[in-house]
């Protein structure tokens, strides 16, 4: 998602519709004043996710004036009530699109003003569309953009105040820069929440009606905290989500669990099981490389003592697997590596290659007292089991 840049919401609304009457530049009044865009026409209602405001920018046109300017966040009331004030900027009169930074406060441009304060004036920021009778007073620019006055320059914490004069027809060429804020820490998602999370191993962890949990094991590695931790939902998109969610946020050089449901078997849209995960959180990473980590398969075992002498090993795995399995009995060590393209069960024979062998063994069957041996399966990213069984007791 692109940071948005948004003149005026007017801009999407009268997009199409050639205006009759010519629109022509103007300067913003002399002398110090503070001066709001007001948008007297409709504005969408739908849910927007939080949205912190971060830079702010004019269009200056030609034959203007150079002076001190200053942003200023207002409710979006028709008599102004400050929200937040960015500090004074110097604005050039070269004709040209200035950015600056602004005060990072959350920002929804259906219930927020933007004004500047401004000591010289007269800068060549007005767009001026003069009415339009061919047009109703819901489509006329010259009706909907309008710039309200306020002398003097309205104080920083003002409430309520009345303007001193609307100037209609008047478009105030000044727009707002602003990015999703899901953690609401007035970074913006988008380019400022910066860091960096490094997955270490995941694997599916449970089984719920017919969903697998997939747990995996973060760490922070970056210098700042990650407030959303998480797995990135991988497509296709099947049913399921984040669980456990929101988990707690991880400092620098922490490590957590974070997890996701997959739904495989379950009601309503299925997938699979993913073979690998990437980590993510609310914003960029520095190192997107290490967010990547491949599930380590989940092995099961059952083993069955052999009269021939050796073992019967039954795996289960279910991701696909090299397992190597290995068994020691009396100082013998027997071992096979097991190959499965898919999750899958298999059973398989260890039993002593050599002569020598098999009469360890069978000298170690005939001694007094128990024979125990350990019977281990191994395979990629650390996935182990293992069983002790008793040959004679
Ligand atoms: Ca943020
Ligand atoms: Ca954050
Ligand atoms: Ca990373």
């Not at 200056?60 to 207002?74: S, T």
């Not at 099981?273 to 914003?283: D, F, M, N, Q, S």
């Not at 590596?337 to 000298?363: C, H, Q, S, Y």
Request: aromatic share 4%; net charge positive.
């Amino acid at each position: 998602v692109r940071p948005s840049l948004v003149v005026l919401p007017a801009v999407v609304a009268l997009a199409g519709t050639a205006s009759a009457a010519a629109a022509e530049d103007r300067l913003t009044p002399s002398g110090p004043s503070t001066i709001r865009a007001m948008w007297l026409g409709p504005s969408t209602a739908e849910g927007r996710a939080p949205e912190v405001l971060t830079r702010w920018s004019v269009m200056v046109g030609a034959g203007g004036r150079a002076g001190r300017v200053r942003l200023r966040v207002l409710e979006s009331r028709e008599r102004a009530t400050g929200r937040a004030n960015g500090p004074w900027e110097w604005l050039p009169a070269e004709p040209g699109t200035y950015s600056f930074p602004a005060p990072h406060v959350p920002y929804d441009y259906r219930s927020n003003d933007l004004a500047l304060d401004q000591e010289a004036g007269g800068h060549a920021l007005i767009t001026f569309h003069p009415d339009d009778p061919g047009r109703d007073s819901f489509s006329d620019p010259g009706e909907l953009y309008n710039l309200d006055v306020f002398r003097p320059l309205l104080a920083d914490d003002a409430r309520d105040v009345e303007r001193s004069e609307r100037r209609k027809g008047e478009e105030l060429r000044l727009g707002a820069t602003f990015e999703r804020d899901l953690d609401g820490d007035a970074l913006g998602d988008e380019t400022e929440d910066v860091g960096d999370l490094t997955a270490l191993s995941a694997r599916v962890s449970e089984w719920r009606d017919g969903f697998a949990i997939i747990t995996a094991r973060v760490r922070n590695s970056g210098a700042t905290v990650r407030n959303l931790p998480g797995i990135v939902r991988p497509s296709p998109v099947s049913d399921g989500g984040c669980v456990g969610c929101p988990v707690k946020p991880l400092g620098p050089g922490e490590v957590g669990e974070v997890a996701m449901s997959v739904n495989v078997f379950g009601e309503g849209v299925r997938g699979v099981v993913p073979t690998r995960i990437e980590a993510g959180a609310e914003g960029p990473d520095t190192n997107p490389a290490d967010n990547v980590v491949e599930l380590t398969p989940n092995l099961t075992l059952k083993t069955a003592t052999l009269p021939t002498p050796g073992v019967a090993v039954t795996i289960s795995t279910d991701l696909p697997s090299t397992v190597l399995v290995t068994a020691r009995i009396a100082g013998v060590r027997l071992a096979r590596e097991v190959l499965f393209p898919t999750a899958g069960t298999r059973t398989i024979r260890l039993t002593p290659k050599t002569r020598t062998d098999r009469r360890r063994i069978n000298r170690a069957l005939r001694r007094r007292g128990r024979l125990r041996a350990i019977v281990t399966a191994e395979a990629e990213r650390g996935a182990s089991a293992r069983r002790r069984i008793v040959f004679r007791r």
